[in-house]
């Protein structure tokens, strides 16, 4: 355990340049305030700044403003293809040869495709009325939707003449139908409980980076040296100080990050950070920005671009003493959106790292957007690259 020293202040990091040390500061600054503006007793003054505790509400089966639904490309291939699975199966094992499973596939495809894209076109374009009703209703009303589908679909497979079915058989394919809207919507609430931990994941670890020893002692120690010379700089330093805190610390409740934020907000985040880490590295440390504004309201997940400039800063520059450049790119493509960040490559870094931020970022991004947004990272021509695509 690191202990005092004998002046009564904290070593100071050897990576700190800012010149000579100030003198400590007082703990018990005198009040002069007057006696009827000064906090009250039993009213500390950071009470506006406590945390409370609130009971988490689990995610609403269906949302307006959830990315990943019944409308996303990805659900709609995972529908049509497990329907077309499991139906294949079926009828291979009623058929006795392959021409038989063949033509009964052909003819049975026709009304699964139709049901299947029927409801899900009908379930989207309803999304926002059903948003609105209760639990019970946004289950029941869907499934109840994919037995009639599926019943429909039965006679269209009689009004294109490639089978007769039975009374039985019918209310099979509407059971069929019910069954395969309430796995379907079973399998969107798992997923979108399973984002509940990975947005936990994103916020401790922006949690522990914010509040690691190394970052924050630097920071303070950054500030109190500019106090005396730079009061403005100093608090310019504390603010985005507090601001990367505000954001780390941030509660809103489960789902909330399902929507994403702005990719501007993310920018800027990030460039508080460099800002606090450019007052340490000074030179060592060069950003180039390459925004493109057509990309700054594109929605992507909270905590996205911070992670990605933290690695790049502690595995590119921190170890060099030439230090390095880091490269943040944003760029719109059509109905996509592009995200780089390349640092250069030198020395190894000290600490060795365990990808955690990668694979986290990796996690949230195919949470959102899943099959739609790819992430792609390594080394090339002296940099690492870490390449997001996304759709806007």
């Known amino acids: 355990m690191t202990s005092r020293s004998t002046n009564g202040r904290w070593p100071r990091d050897d990576a700190d340049a800012l010149g000579p ?3 400590p500061l007082s703990t018990q600054p005198a009040d002069t305030r007057p006696a009827d503006t000064r906090p009250s007793p039993t009213q500390p003054p950071w009470e506006e700044t406590r945390l409370e505790a609130r009971a988490a509400e689990p995610p609403r089966l269906i949302d307006a403003q959830r ?6 490309v990805g659900l709609v291939l995972r529908a049509v293809l497990g329907v077309q699975l499991a ?3 079926g009828l291979a094992m009623a058929s006795e040869t392959a021409g038989q499973w063949a033509w009964s596939m052909g003819g049975a495809s026709v009304a699964s495709l139709s049901a299947v894209l029927a409801w899900l076109l009908i ?5 926002a009325v059903l948003a609105r009703l209760p639990e019970w209703a946004q289950w029941a009303l869907p499934i109840a939707l994919g037995a009639a589908c599926a019943f429909a679909g039965s006679l269209l497979l009689e009004a294109v003449e490639l089978g007769r079915l039975g009374a039985l058989q019918r209310i099979a394919a509407a059971l069929s139908g019910a069954l395969a809207a309430g796995l379907l919507l079973g399998w969107l609430k798992l997923r979108e409980r399973a984002q509940a931990p ?3 994941l994103a916020r401790l670890v922006e949690l522990q980076s914010r509040i690691r020893p190394h970052f924050l002692f630097n920071t303070l120690n950054t500030a109190i040296a500019l106090v005396r010379v730079d009061p403005n700089r100093a608090e310019e330093v504390l603010e985005d100080l507090a601001e990367l805190f505000r954001v780390a610390l941030a509660d809103e409740g489960p789902g909330a990050g399902a929507e994403g934020v702005r990719l501007d907000q993310e920018v800027e985040l990030a460039r508080r950070y460099l ?16 925004l493109d504004p057509h990309a700054a ?3 992507v997940p909270p905590l996205l671009l911070q992670p990605l400039v933290e690695n790049a800063v502690r595995h590119g520059v921190e170890p060099n003493d030439q230090g390095g450049d880091v490269d943040i790119v944003t760029r719109a493509r059509g109905g996509e959106i592009e995200i780089r960040v390349v640092n250069t490559v030198g020395l190894p870094s000290r600490g060795q790292g365990h990808g955690l931020a990668l694979r986290n970022v990796r996690q949230r991004l195919r949470l959102m957007h899943d099959v739609a947004a790819r992430l792609e990272a390594g ?4 940099r690492f690259v870490v390449r997001i695509v996304m759709p806007r």
């Open 87 to 89: 139906l294949s199966l």
């Open 198 to 200: 990975a947005d936990a």
């Open 275 to 290: 800002a606090i880490e450019q007052l340490r590295f000074g030179n060592r440390l060069r950003v180039h920005w390459q």
């Open 297 to 299: 309201e594109a929605r």
């Open 21 to 23: 040390s100030t003198q």
């Open 379 to 382: 080394p090339g021509d002296g």
């Open 67 to 72: 990315r990943f639904d019944v409308c996303h």
């Open 123 to 127: 379930v989207c374009a309803a999304k």
